[in-house]
């Protein structure tokens, strides 16, 4: 079961077309995992969120930062680099 999703959590269902060389190897990976389909496609989609999402939040931080002026140069950023 993927790590965010909780048995009690509401499921909703969900229709989507892929294309047959996907399907195939998520039947493969699920039979190979002893998983359901259902189960590899969750997983798959939690990665993606939970990377894609720390990648927004991280770009938001930074420009955050930006906006508030803490920056570096290149040169303050090499200094440190070396140190």
Excluded: H
């Amino acid at each position: 079961m993927c790590p965010t999703l909780k048995n009690s959590e509401l499921r909703e269902q969900v229709s989507f077309k892929i294309p047959a060389g996907m399907k195939k190897r998520v039947d493969l990976l699920a039979e190979a995992t002893r998983r359901s389909r259902t189960f590899v496609i969750e997983e798959a989609i939690e990665q993606y969120l939970t990377t894609n999402e720390w990648q927004v939040q991280s770009i938001q931080a930074g420009l955050n930062d930006l906006d508030n002026g803490r920056v570096l140069s290149q040169e303050e950023m090499e200094k440190l680099w070396d140190e």
